[in-house]
């Protein structure tokens, strides 16, 4: 009888895992253009391509905008937009393919169509303008008019269409878009995706606490701060121009709407008034001043608006806003009335674009910071006055008056006129 001594001593058990293939992705150079919403998810990404193997010093992000920078590397591959923020793209996508000593592989630019936000489940969604989400794909165009740039220069492009603000469906999406680029399985894809929003929401909690330390800092010592109304691209130096930098100079706390702290005993401090009469469900219920509240950055901005109105150590908004941006315009009215409802300074640098007006810019922040420095302690004086004693910001001073009774305008102390007020 034969027996079959080599199938036996030698074949695999089925108790034997299978070695795990390992997939070396650490000399991978990717480029991620820092445009539009990934200024507030960059962590994402970055955590997302670490957890996959690619290298922190590989995963290269493209220079804040600027003249210079579209002039060099975005020249004649524009689109016809009249949005800066997306027509500067090309620049961006221009300087991570001709602009690297170290050639890239992967040219990043996703399509980002939901955001995660403070406001999820209290509004109707978290979308982004559309025009935003499908700039990538737009600019895209612009290398590929006349040849292809991508395949020219060896790179492949990769431009995942994802809904970072509904979490269950980002695994399937980043598969299904990302599986030939980086050779994925699901079960990768779906560890990766998880260290990505680990990421995001260390950062994010790590900013929204900075951002209660400022308030915290300004209860105790009675001092001012400013907080900026705008989109995540206005956080780029070529689109918002510094402007809050040139306010923080002059040694004023600046806060961006998208860190605003979201601590529940804050936020009840702040609203109970608007919960105990009904007007709202929650702290970040924005129904009674935004019923269409699709649109992630808008919701925010008229939340963020209402936050200030309540918040005493905000004396001060200011607007930023990019040229012809159609979702913002419906904006501004509402979030001017809102924040001066309560006397607070509202401050709107409306039509910004590829130019900075380095002048008047100068000009508007002297205004800015005259007025600040000559009324922002009735502000907060006023403000402090409507809300319980029981402040979880403490321990507080009552602010001094820094004027006589006689020189404090009349939106200060009386009900109807609005407080002073610059926008333009």
């Given at each position: 009888m034969r027996f079959p001594t080599l199938p036996t001593w030698f074949a695999k058990k089925l108790s034997v895992a299978s070695p795990v293939k390992v997939k070396d992705r650490s000399q991978l150079r990717v480029g991620i253009p820092k445009v539009l919403n990934i200024w507030t998810t960059a962590q994402f990404w970055v955590g997302f391509l670490k957890a996959l193997g690619v290298s922190s010093e590989n995963i290269i992000f493209s220079s804040d905008t600027s003249e210079e920078q579209g002039r060099e590397f975005g020249k004649g591959r524009g689109t016809v937009d009249c949005c800066y923020p997306v027509k500067c793209i090309s620049g961006h996508y221009g300087e991570l393919i001709f602009g690297q000593k170290k050639k890239i592989n992967v040219l990043f630019s996703p399509m980002i169509h939901t955001l995660p936000s403070l406001l999820h489940g209290h509004v109707v969604d978290t979308i982004t303008c559309t025009r935003v989400m499908a700039g990538p794909e737009s600019i895209k165009a612009g290398f590929m008019k006349e040849r292809d740039i991508f395949t020219e220069n060896g790179i492949v492009y990769a431009s995942p269409f994802v809904s970072l603000g509904d979490r269950h469906m980002v695994v399937q999406q980043m598969h299904d878009s990302l599986k030939d680029v980086f050779d994925l399985d699901l079960e990768e894809t779906n560890l990766a995706v998880q260290a990505g929003f680990e990421a995001l929401d260390a950062f994010t909690a790590k900013a929204r606490q900075q951002s209660r330390d400022i308030l915290n800092w300004c209860a105790q010592n009675q001092k001012p701060c400013i907080l900026v109304l705008a989109r995540?691209?206005?956080?780029?130096?070529?689109?918002?121009?510094?402007?809050?930098?040139?306010?923080?100079?002059?040694?004023?706390?600046?806060?961006?709407?998208?860190?605003?702290?979201?601590?529940?005993?804050?936020?009840?401090?702040?609203?109970?008034?608007?919960?105990?009469?009904?007007?709202?469900?929650?702290?970040?219920?924005?129904?009674?001043?935004?019923t269409s509240s699709y649109s992630s950055n808008t919701n925010e901005i008229m939340w963020g608006a209402k936050f200030a109105s309540r918040c005493p150590w905000i004396t001060c908004v200011i607007r930023l806003s990019s040229y012809e941006c159609g979702m913002d315009q419906p904006t501004y009215t509402p979030t001017q009335k809102i924040v001066e409802a309560s006397r607070t300074l509202f401050f709107k640098f409306g039509d910004l674009d590829s130019t900075k007006p380095a002048g008047s810019i100068k000009i508007r922040v002297e205004t800015v910071v005259h007025y600040m420095a000559k009324y922002s302690q009735e502000i907060m004086r006023s403000k402090l006055a409507r809300l319980s004693p029981q402040c979880p910001l403490g321990p507080l001073q009552a602010p001094a008056s820094s004027l006589p009774e006689s020189e404090v305008p009349a939106g200060l102390h009386a009900d109807n006129p609005p407080a002073v007020s610059a926008a333009s």
């Open positions: 995540p691209y206005h956080m780029d130096t070529g689109i918002g121009h510094e402007i809050e930098a040139e306010l923080q100079a002059h040694g004023f706390p600046i806060l961006w709407l998208q860190y605003l702290p979201g601590d529940g005993d804050l936020m009840n401090w702040l609203f109970e008034e608007d919960m105990r009469s009904g007007r709202i469900k929650s702290p970040f219920d924005i129904s009674d001043v935004w």
